[in-house]
């Protein structure tokens, strides 16, 4: 009887136990990977930033070529 409790306990932690948790951690990852409401407006914003950023880098480039052609030609 006791080598049987034995074995059964062996089988639960080499078995039984992993499974558990790897079906544990399947669900909760299946569950989170959708974003949130906050996330999206997190995103929109960083994009909406990214955008006005791409737009003063091409504004200052702009610029720049301006100047540094005017030099040349002096």
Do not use: C, H
């Not at 990852?29 to 955008?51: H, N, P």
């Not at 880098?57 to 002096?74: A, P, V």
């Amino acid at each position: 009887m006791n080598a049987l409790m034995t074995l059964a306990v062996i089988l639960f932690f080499t078995v039984l136990a992993p499974l558990i948790v790897i079906f544990y951690f399947i669900t909760k990852w299946k569950q989170t990977r959708e974003i949130s409401g906050d996330d999206e407006r997190m995103l929109e914003d960083l994009w909406t930033l990214s955008q006005r950023l791409e737009d003063r880098i091409e504004t200052l480039e702009r610029i720049l070529e301006d100047d540094s052609t005017t030099q040349r030609r002096q």
